[in-house]
């Protein structure tokens, strides 16, 4: 094996040279998978983990602009720094139509390429990212899972018992390095953008760092070249458009929203390719499935928890009230009127 422009290396140290270099093409290969077998674009999986590729001559500019605004990017590159989603609001597609035509769609792209294998998202992993969000701690896990509960709330307003139904048609790509089935434009949408919006106000309001400074975008990523990074390596560097040529306008079916997922990035996926799952809500009916005994025993210690901070604040307010100037002499007096019926009561 002789390396174009490596000059005087001859056949055996060539081999060897390939040699030394597989075991480290392989662990990248393995690592950079790791990390990016997450819902989410490449672009976004670079913009929500601080991973980007910025020219030598923007580093350069950008010294001279520190010195101006040097407070203000300390504190974005801080933010940036902290924010390292690890969790995410799932919508699962369940619907076998669609199913089945995304591995229709995936084996065509095969059949033109089969290197490209490797880079399909699995059956049971289809999925609508709705928010992105950093859960470090059991404890934060648990605050996402009320903010989750209280979620359910806003959605049972938003949709006023009405059924939630996504359309999918067609293919795109970001950037031609992750392919996506289009959410087709309708009346549904206003509703999901509500919904995320819902989500992602409900989540802050709790103090989990959650959402993103770009515009939800809803979209059903069924590839993704960063899984294969490797492939670079051998020449392929986009999605090629004649792939998926035929399914431009392709109806792949509808999703009946049911239910919305707490689900990690990082924690072992279950048997059946789905993400792991912290905690669900139904949406809709309840053919969607019915809490959980812990979702039930949560939102009960919520309720009570509710209870006694209402039970204590209205207990803080009346003893404020009686410590107020001149409410002395009223409870007096109100004692002494008391005192008076009473002995009016006894002589009768």
């Known amino acids: 094996m002789e390396r174009p422009g490596a000059g005087g290396i001859n056949s055996n140290e060539g081999e060897n040279v390939s040699k030394k270099k597989e075991p480290s093409e392989e662990l990248e290969a393995n690592t950079v998978d790791s990390l990016v077998d997450l819902p989410f674009a490449t672009i976004d999986i670079k913009d929500d983990f601080g991973i980007t590729d910025v020219p030598q001559k923007n580093l350069e500019r950008s010294k001279g602009h520190e010195r101006i605004n040097k407070d203000q990017i300390k504190k974005r590159g801080k933010k940036r720094k902290d924010y390292q989603p690890n969790y995410f609001l799932s919508i699962p597609i369940t619907s076998k139509e669609i199913t089945k035509g995304i591995k229709i769609l995936q084996n065509a792209i095969i059949q033109q390429d089969q290197r490209l294998a490797k880079a399909m998202s699995g059956d049971g992993s289809f999925h609508i990212t709705l928010l992105v969000m950093q859960l470090l701690n059991e404890d934060e896990v648990n605050i996402g899972i009320d903010a989750l509960l209280d979620l359910k709330l806003f959605i049972e307003e938003i949709l006023q018992g009405k059924p939630l139904t996504l359309p999918f048609e067609g293919v795109d790509t970001f950037g031609n390095q992750v392919g996506f089935v289009k959410l087709a434009e309708g009346d549904h949408m206003n509703p999901l953008l509500e919904i995320a919006?819902?989500?992602?106000?409900?989540?802050?309001?709790?103090?989990?760092?959650?959402?993103?400074?770009?515009?939800?975008?809803?979209?059903?990523?069924?590839?993704?070249?960063?899984?294969?990074?490797?492939?670079?390596?051998?020449?392929?560097?986009?999605?090629?458009?004649?792939?998926?040529?035929?399914?431009?306008?392709?109806?792949?079916?509808?999703?009946?929203?049911?239910?919305?997922?707490?689900?990690?990035?990082?924690?072992?996926?279950?048997?059946?390719?789905?993400?792991?799952?912290?905690?669900?809500?139904?949406?809709?009916?309840?053919?969607?499935?019915?809490?959980?005994?812990?979702?039930?025993?949560?939102?009960?210690?919520?309720?009570?928890?509710?209870?006694?901070?209402?039970?204590?604040?209205?207990?803080?307010?009346?003893?404020?009230?009686?410590?107020?100037?001149?409410?002395?002499?009223?409870?007096?007096?109100?004692?002494?009127?008391?005192?008076?019926?009473?002995?009016?009561?006894?002589?009768?």
């Open 197 to 348: 919006d819902a989500a992602k106000r409900t989540f802050q309001e709790r103090g989990v760092l959650a959402g993103e400074s770009r515009t939800f975008k809803p979209h059903l990523t069924f590839m993704k070249l960063s899984k294969t990074p490797w492939l670079r390596k051998k020449g392929v560097k986009k999605i090629d458009p004649t792939f998926y040529e035929k399914f431009i306008s392709h109806r792949f079916g509808e999703e009946v929203v049911r239910r919305i997922d707490l689900c990690s990035m990082l924690k072992k996926k279950q048997s059946n390719g789905y993400y792991h799952c912290e905690s669900s809500i139904a949406i809709g009916d309840k053919n969607g499935g019915e809490p959980d005994d812990a979702e039930l025993v949560r939102l009960s210690k919520r309720l009570v928890e509710n209870a006694v901070l209402k039970a204590v604040q209205q207990y803080l307010e009346e003893t404020q009230n009686k410590n107020k100037p001149g409410d002395g002499s009223s409870v007096k007096t109100e004692e002494a009127d008391r005192n008076g019926t009473d002995s009016d009561n006894n002589r009768k």
